[in-house]
C-alpha cells in the first residue's frame, strides 16, 4: 500500500555530517507530514524533527541549529541535514509518514525499518 524506505545513515566522527533520506511510495494521495525519529539502546523512541506537507517544520531542543529537515513533494521524499554530529546522536533513525491513502477514507501512518547512525572517534 504505502512503503517507506531510509537511507543515508553510517559512522561519523564527532563533529561530522550525514544526510539522511526517507522516501515514501505507493498509494499516496497527498503527504500530510513526515517525522524523524530515533532510538538510541536502552532508550525510548524520541522525536527529532517534523516537516509538514507544507514545510512547516518543527524541531526537538536537542537538535536545534544543528540538524535541517526539508521536503521534496514531488518526490515524496524527505532529508534530514545533520551537521556538528555527537555521540549522543547515535541512534536507529526512523522516518514516519503520515498520508491519505489514495481512495482512503483519512489519514495514515507508516514507518520505515531505521537507519543506524553512530558518532565515534
Known amino acids: 500500500q504505502v512503503q517507506v524506505a531510509e537511507s543515508g545513515g553510517g559512522l561519523v566522527l564527532p563533529g561530522g555530517s550525514l544526510t539522511l533520506s526517507c522516501a515514501a511510495s505507493?498509494?499516496?494521495?497527498?503527504?500530510?507530514?513526515f517525522t524523524w525519529y530515533r532510538q538510541a539502546p536502552g532508550k525510548q523512541r524520541e522525536m527529532v524533527a517534523q516537516i509538514s506537507g507544507g514545510g512547516t517544520t518543527n524541531y526537538e531542543h536537542f537538535v536545534k541549529g544543528r540538524f535541517s529537515i526539508s521536503i521534496d513533494n514531488a518526490a515524496k521524499t524527505v532529508y534530514l541535514q545533520m551537521n556538528r554530529l555527537e555521540p549522543e546522536d547515535t541512534a536507529v533513525y526512523y522516518c514516519?509518514?503520515?498520508?491519505?491513502?489514495?481512495?482512503?477514507?483519512?489519514?495514515?501512518?507508516?514507518w520505515g525499518q531505521g537507519t543506524q547512525v553512530a558518532v565515534s572517534s
Open positions: 505507493g498509494s499516496i494521495a497527498s503527504i500530510n507530514a
Open positions: 514516519n509518514v503520515v498520508v491519505k491513502v489514495a481512495g482512503g477514507a483519512g489519514l495514515e501512518d507508516f
